[in-house]
């Protein structure tokens, strides 16, 4: 089954304490992309990756880095978490380009007190 | 600033009525896609839009993209509760390679 898998699903942490989010497609897509939800804000992105080795600032990149050592995993690293970054996080992918329809993982909620 | 506004951000009615959600900009896009995202889950695909003008049709739901590519339209004929969800419009804006996404609409079909 094709699908784009995230963990953790949920985390509670702490200011300051580094975290990751991994992310891995089974659909040998190209083009990988970091969202966050927030309320009224709709889906805003972080950093995107067109392929292995190439990534990119995207809209709000500040406090976050990613990494794209394989084709299939793009994991999100939150060096020194802000309880700004309490959000609702998306892991996406598509073949070849960011403007193609996106596959979505099932998102990772996360909580930074 | 939102560059796509969707209207209305919250929309609660009873089943069987209709509704339409609308997703506006400024900016010419080149295509744009519409997606639904359930409680718990990541958005999904619905439908893409290309040509100004198209209109798209998935069961009850009908998509139209407007003549001048800066807006566009989801029409839901009998809503039923399955349809409750957040909708998102996203575009790709002309010359560029990444979508924008509106701030999304929550429908709740109430039985």
Redesign the interface.
Known sequence: EAQVTQNPRYLITVTGKKLTVTCSQNMNHEYMSWYRQDPGLGLRQIYYSMNVEVTDKGDVPEGYKVSRKEKRNFPLILESPSPNQTSLYFCASSAYRGHQPQHFGDGTRLSIL | T?L?E?SP?FLSIQEGENLTVYCNSSSVF??L?WYRQEP??????LV?VVTGGEVKKLKRLTFQFGDARKDSSLHITAAQPGDTGLY?C?G?VQG????V????TRLTINP
């Not at chain 2, 560029?96 to 979508?99: C, N, R, S, V």
């Not at chain 2, 996404?101 to 999304?104: E, K, L, R, T, V």
Request: aromatic residues 4%.
């Open positions: 939102q796509l969707q951000q080149s295509s896609q718990g889950e990541g958005p999904v695909l893409t998102l996203a790709v560029a390679q990444k979508l996404f509106g701030q999304g």
